[in-house]
């Protein structure tokens, strides 16, 4: 079979390679998409993502597609089913998984990262890590429930009421998932900021954007709620708390550079009383995600921008590539 191999950093070939074997508890997929993402561009060249990818590996943590063999254990998937994977494998013995947290997991393995994923034709996956995908969502936008789900579990942090003014930072595709989801969730006003100017109308029509910032350009009133940085960078790690009214949360989600800080004024922090959230991976978020896509308030396909071939991948992922928000993978048909 097809397979796209990481083999060293910033190299990738695609390769025949064996079909994998079914463990007893396992069910073997055929992948119809792929996501790529952050994490990807991350493990690419050698950075680390929800944990270290160490080569030959075959990266794809986004996945969806059929189910075309399921191990002697597995009783909630059948050949056949449509299906996606929540990636993320915890031990369940560990202090973290212990106290519910497992998202925190210390020995934390995924799919596409630390074991082979889905940007190769077949790929295996534990049963319990396994959902269905409901009829009436398309394989390409359930390659979306992990990203979905990250941001699912960075709202579920929060303490949401429709009052709410909500500032999304970041107009790309995990901003726009965010600036949905807590439109979806009840927050009856929600802003965003971002870089592109072009896509403040179909923000504004499509998903109900009551303002836009250039991020640049502007100066963000300190009138917000809710604030969720979905970007990543020191300055608008800033902006965030920068843009925050008494008693608002303030949701760090984008993923910074491991060694990159940023600064804010600690008595704003006390005066204001701010609650400032980190948010790690998307622990019993995949149900949610699945519902929000088949009752059709996320849509992800109008804002996935790029589909690609396995041959395609790594030309993006080494920056060849020029105005993605959001690629996707076309694996089989």
Do not use: W
Request: charge should be negative; include cysteine; glycine fraction near 8%.
């Amino acid at each position: 079979m097809k397979a796209l191999v990481l083999t060293d950093v910033k190299h990738m070939e695609v390769k025949d390679v064996p079909e994998p074997t079914v463990k007893p508890n396992e069910v073997k997929i055929e992948t119809k998409y792929a996501g790529v993402c952050g994490t990807d561009h991350a493990l690419y060249n050698g950075l680390p993502g929800s944990a270290d990818a160490v080569p030959p590996i075959v990266l794809g943590h986004e996945n969806s597609g059929v189910a075309v063999e399921v191990g002697s254990e597995v009783t909630n998937v059948k050949v056949g089913d449509r299906v996606t994977v929540d990636p993320n494998i915890y031990c369940g013995q560990c202090f973290y998984c212990h106290t519910g947290r497992p998202e925190l997991c210390e020995n934390l393995s995924a799919v596409g990262v630390t074991r082979d994923g889905g940007l190769e034709q077949y790929f295996t996956a534990p049963a319990t890590n396994v959902y269905q995908i409901p009829d009436n969502v398309s394989f390409k936008s359930a390659a979306a429930t992990e990203p979905i789900s990250c941001a699912v579990h960075g709202v579920q942090l929060l303490k949401l009421t429709p009052y709410q003014n909500a500032l999304v930072i970041g107009d790309g595709f995990m901003g726009q998932i965010f600036a949905q989801l807590l439109k979806a969730y009840g927050v009856h006003r929600v802003d965003l900021g971002g870089l592109v100017d072009e896509r403040e109308k179909f923000n504004h029509d499509k998903f109900g954007i009551d303002k836009t910032y250039n991020t640049k350009r502007d100066k963000i009133p300190a009138e917000y709620d809710i604030v969720i940085e979905a970007v990543g960078l020191p300055e608008t790690q800033e902006q965030a708390i920068e843009a925050t009214r008494k008693g608002a949360q303030v949701l760090m989600f984008g993923v910074g550079k491991p060694d990159a800080h940023f600064s804010m004024n600690t008595y704003e922090v006390y005066q204001k009383q701010l609650t400032i959230q980190g948010s790690f991976i998307n622990p019993n978020a995949f149900e949610d995600s699945l519902a929000l896509l088949s009752s059709k308030k996320l849509d992800v396909e109008s804002i996935m921008s790029h589909e690609f071939s396995l041959d395609q991948v790594e030309n993006f992922l080494a920056g060849n590539v020029k105005g993605v928000s959001k690629a996707v993978v076309k694996v089989t048909d």
